[in-house]
C-alpha cells in the first residue's frame, strides 16, 4: 500500500479493498486518521460493503477523523460519495458497527445516511460524533429510526443540535422499540439554534451541491431516493428564512438572525428537555441517555429528573450531566433526590461539573438502593469528599456501589487513609476504583507517596471485592510502587492495576515479579512540571 505523510492516500485504499474483495473472516476495518482519503476513496469503501458487488463481509468499519482536508473548496468527501456509501447499507447485512466521527459530513451526507439506515437491517452501532449536520441533518436522521428496528446504539454528540433535533429524537423514539443507548453530547439541546450554524449549514448545503454537480445518482442505482433541493427543504422546515437566493454561499448575519427569530417563535428553548421526558414515560427500551457538555442549567435539569424519579420509565439505568457547569443550586438539589428516589438507576456521570454537584450524588448513595456505578471526576473535589462517601456506606450497609470514579480529584494522605478505611468497610462492595491524576507529583515527594500508597495497600490486601484500581497519571516512582507491592502482598481478587503514565523506571518482568497476581499497566511516561504545584499532605 502506498502511504504518505497524511497517511493512506486513495490509490492505497483501492488496493486494499480490491484485497479484501472477497474476504470472509476479517471482522473489522479501521481506516481512522487518513486524512488524505477522498472521494475516490469512500467509493472504494462503498463497493467493498455492497455485497452486489463483492463478497467481504466486514462486521466493523471505523472512519473516523478522516476528511481533514475538507474546508471550504479543499478537497474532501462529497455528497454523491456517501450517498454511495448510503447505498450499500441498504443492501448489507454484516456490518454491524459504523463510525464516521469528526469527518465533516454535512446535513445534505447524514440525510443521505439516514436513509440508507432507514431500510438496513444489520447496523447495531452508528456512531456519528464531531460533524457539523446541524438540526437539518439531525431531524432527518431522528425519522429514520421510526423505520429502522435493528439500531440499538447511536451517539450524535457534537452535532450542532438544538431543541429542534431534541423534539424530533423524542418523537422517534416513542416509536422506535430497538435503541438502547442516545449520545447527545456537546450539543445544546435546551437552547434554539445559533445564527451562525444556520450560516453554516448554507455554505455546506451550497458547496455539496455545486460539487456534486453531474454526479448523482438515479433511483434505480441505489435504491436511496433524492432528495427535493436542499434549499427548498430547509425552507419547509424554517430552518432558512424565506428570501434565500439559490446562488448565496452564505447567510448574512441579518438573514441568519431572521432565520432564529423564526424558529424562536415556532420553539421554547425548554421544549424539548420536555418532549425528552414525555418519550421516557412511553419508551421501554432506551437504557442509556447521555446528556454531557449539553449547556444545561438548573431548568431542564429539574424537568428530567423529576419525570424520571416521579414517571413511569422503567428501563432507563444510566445518565449522564457530565460537563454541564451552568447546574446551580436547584439543579444538584434535583439530581440528589433522583439518585436517592429511584429504584431504576443504577449509573450515574456528573464528571467535569461542579463540586456542588458531585458531593450531593456522593451523599444520595446513603439513600440509594440501585447505584453501582458514581463517575465524579475531575470536579475540584477535596479529601473531605472522601470521608462523606465513607460515611454514607457505613450508615448504609445494603448499598450497592461497585465502581467509583474519582480521577482528577485532589487525594491527600488524609484522602488515602480514607480510602483505606472505605475498602476495609464490611459493606464496601467496590469492584473499581479510578484515582488517575489525583496527586500532583508522587516522585516529588518520595517518602509521602510510599506511605499514601502503603496505607493504600494495606487495605487492599484485606478487601475482597476489588478487581480494578485505576493509578494512572500521578508520577508514581519505582519507590513507590515497590510500597504498594509489599502492602497488597497476598492479595488473590485484585484482576487489573493501571499504573500507565507514571514515573516507573522499573523493567516489566520486574513489575510482574513484584506484582504476580493483576494484570499491570505501565506503559507512557509521566510528563509532570518542573516546580510540584501541591505538596502530598
Known amino acids: 500500500s502506498t502511504q504518505s505523510t ?21 471482522e473489522t476495518l479501521d481506516l481512522s486518521g487518513n486524512p488524505s482519503i477522498s472521494d475516490t476513496g469512500v467509493r472504494c469503501i462503498a463497493a467493498l460493503i455492497d455485497p452486489r458487488q463483492m463478497q467481504c463481509r466486514l462486521r466493523g468499519l471505523e472512519f473516523r477523523m478522516n476528511n481533514a482536508l475538507r474546508h471550504h473548496h479543499a478537497t474532501g468527501f462529497h455528497y454523491s460519495s456517501i450517498r454511495r456509501f448510503a447505498s450499500s447499507l441498504v443492501h448489507n447485512v454484516s456490518l454491524t458497527a459504523v463510525d464516521f ?50 439500531l440499538e446504539v447511536l451517539d450524535v454528540g457534537s452535532s450542532g443540535l438544538s431543541v429542534v433535533s431534541c423534539i424530533a429524537f423524542a418523537f422517534a423514539l416513542k416509536q ?15 437552547q434554539l439554534p445559533e445564527p451562525q450554524h444556520l450560516s453554516n449549514y448554507v455554505y455546506d448545503e451550497y458547496e455539496d451541491a455545486h460539487a456534486d454537480n453531474g454526479d448523482a445518482l438515479s433511483e434505480e442505482d441505489d435504491g436511496i431516493v433524492e432528495d427535493e ?4 427543504a430547509a425552507l419547509d422546515a424554517a430552518l432558512i428564512p424565506v428570501g434565500l437566493e439559490a446562488e448565496s ?14 424558529i424562536a417563535q415556532r ?14 414515560d412511553e419508551n421501554s427500551t432506551l ?35 457530565a460537563q454541564n457547569c451552568d447546574i446551580e443550586e436547584s439543579g444538584s438539589i434535583a439530581i440528589k433526590d433522583l439518585a436517592m428516589n429511584t429504584s431504576k438507576l443504577t449509573s450515574i456521570s456528573v464528571a467535569s461539573s461542579t463540586a456542588l454537584i458531585a458531593e450531593r450524588v456522593i451523599l444520595a448513595s446513603q439513600y440509594s438502593s440501585s447505584l453501582q456505578r ?23 450497609p445494603s448499598n450497592t456501589l461497585q465502581e467509583f470514579v474519582y480521577a482528577r480529584n485532589h487525594v491527600g494522605i488524609y484522602g488515602f487513609r480514607l480510602l483505606g478505611d472505605i475498602l476495609r468497610l464490611s459493606c464496601c462492595h467496590l469492584t473499581l476504583l479510578n484515582l488517575n491524576e489525583c496527586v500532583e507529583d508522587f516522585s516529588a515527594w518520595p517518602e509521602s507517596g510510599a506511605e499514601a500508597l502503603r496505607i493504600l495497600g494495606v487495605a487492599i490486601k484485606v478487601n475482597s471485592t476489588l478487581t480494578a484500581l485505576s493509578l494512572s497519571s500521578n508520577g508514581i516512582g519505582d519507590g513507590a510502587a515497590r510500597a504498594l507491592a509489599s502492602a497488597m502482598s497476598g492479595n488473590t481478587t485484585l484482576i487489573k492495576l493501571d499504573l500507565s503514565f507514571n514515573s516507573l523506571l522499573l523493567p516489566a518482568s520486574q513489575l510482574e515479579s513484584l506484582f504476580p497476581g493483576p494484570e499491570v499497566l505501565a506503559f507512557g511516561q509521566w510528563r509532570s512540571s518542573s516546580v510540584p504545584r501541591r505538596p502530598l499532605t
Open 287 to 321: 437504557t442509556n441517555l447521555s446528556l454531557g457538555r449539553c449547556s444545561l442549567d438548573d431548568d431542564p435539569v429539574k424537568i428530567l429528573c423529576e419525570r424520571l424519579a416521579r414517571g413511569q420509565n422503567s428501563v432507563l439505568t444510566s445518565i449522564s450531566f
Open 229 to 232: 433541493d436542499a434549499t427548498d
Open 176 to 190: 422506535n422499540t430497538s435503541l438502547r443507548s442516545l449520545t447527545l453530547d456537546g450539543n445544546p439541546v435546551a
Open 374 to 396: 458514581i463517575d465524579v471526576s475531575g470536579c475540584h473535589l477535596e479529601d473531605e469528599s472522601l470521608k462523606n462517601l465513607f460515611d454514607s456506606l457505613n450508615s448504609h
Open 101 to 150: 466521527s469528526k469527518t465533516k459530513l454535512t446535513s445534505r451526507c447524514v440525510k443521505s445516511l439516514a436513509q440508507g439506515l432507514s431500510k438496513n437491517t444489520s447496523i447495531l452501532n452508528l456512531c456519528l460524533n464531531g460533524n457539523r449536520f446541524g438540526d437539518d441533518g439531525g431531524v432527518t436522521l431522528a425519522e429514520s429510526l421510526g423505520l429502522n428496528h435493528t
Open 267 to 280: 420553539y421554547h428553548r425548554m421544549e424539548g428537555v420536555r418532549a425528552l421526558a414525555d418519550m421516557l
Open 249 to 262: 454561499t452564505l447567510l448574512s448575519q441579518e438573514i441568519a438572525q431572521a432565520a432564529h427569530d423564526t
Open 6 to 26: 497524511w497517511g493512506l492516500q486513495d490509490d492505497a485504499i483501492a488496493e486494499l479493498c480490491e484485497g479484501l474483495a472477497s474476504n470472509q473472516t476479517l
